[in-house]
């Protein structure tokens, strides 16, 4: 019987489970897509999807409450700044799911879980351009400035044509074929007896 069984354990106790699904959404958050099993993968987008939904709100309170789940300052970075940036105007369902066929070693149902808004393959090929941010002042600016501003001379050489003159090919030795040496026809094969 199984009833009321809500809550797929997943074989591990309340502990190793929660850093198990921390370690994994900490992975999805990082490289945008993970393969796992379909049991794990459908307890992880029950882990992340509240996560992804308090990223839309950068706040303190919000960054902490998620800090507390994923204990990894740096996912939870990306997470309020990548992530949050991209998934802002879709009102849930931001993981997807694809099964992907069975593990040769135990033949265990395997899965893809990504993030649905960075898939370029199902959003069309858009892909955005990263600006790139600098911290320096405005030196470069001023020099590519006066880089473009100065004119630039260009100093041109003639140069005087080469003759080459071919000298003669020395005669080199001939050689001579020798004759193979296993063409004596008086030699005939003897049987010896033992």
């Known amino acids: 019987m199984r009833h009321g069984k809500k809550f797929n354990h997943l074989s591990r106790q309340t502990a190793h489970r929660g850093s198990m699904l921390a370690n ?82 135990d033949n265990a149902d395997m899965a893809m879980i990504e993030l649905v808004d960075f898939n370029e393959l199902y959003n069309g090929g858009k892909k955005e351009v990263k600006k790139a941010k600098s911290r320096r002042g405005g030196k470069a600016k001023k020099a590519d400035e006066v880089a473009e501003q100065a004119p630039v001379a260009e100093v041109v050489t003639p140069v005087a044509e080469v003759e080459e003159t071919v000298t003669e090919v020395e005669n080199t030795p001939e050689v001579i074929d020798e004759a193979p040496a296993a063409d004596n026809e008086d030699e005939t094969p003897t049987e010896e007896k033992a």
């Not at 945008?32 to 992804?52: D, M, Y």
């Not at 990894?72 to 940036?85: E, G, I, M, Q």
């Open 24 to 105: 994994m959404a900490c992975s999805l958050i990082e490289h945008k897509r993970i393969n796992t099993t379909v049991a794990k993968a459908k307890a992880l987008k029950q882990f992340v999807e509240p996560l992804i939904t308090k990223s839309k709100a950068d706040t303190t309170h919000n960054r902490r409450i998620v800090f507390g789940y994923l204990r990894s300052k740096y996912a939870v970075t990306d997470l309020f700044r990548d992530v949050a940036a991209k998934v802002g105007d879709r009102p849930g369902g931001y993981t997807r799911i694809i099964k992907v066929g069975n593990r040769l070693g």
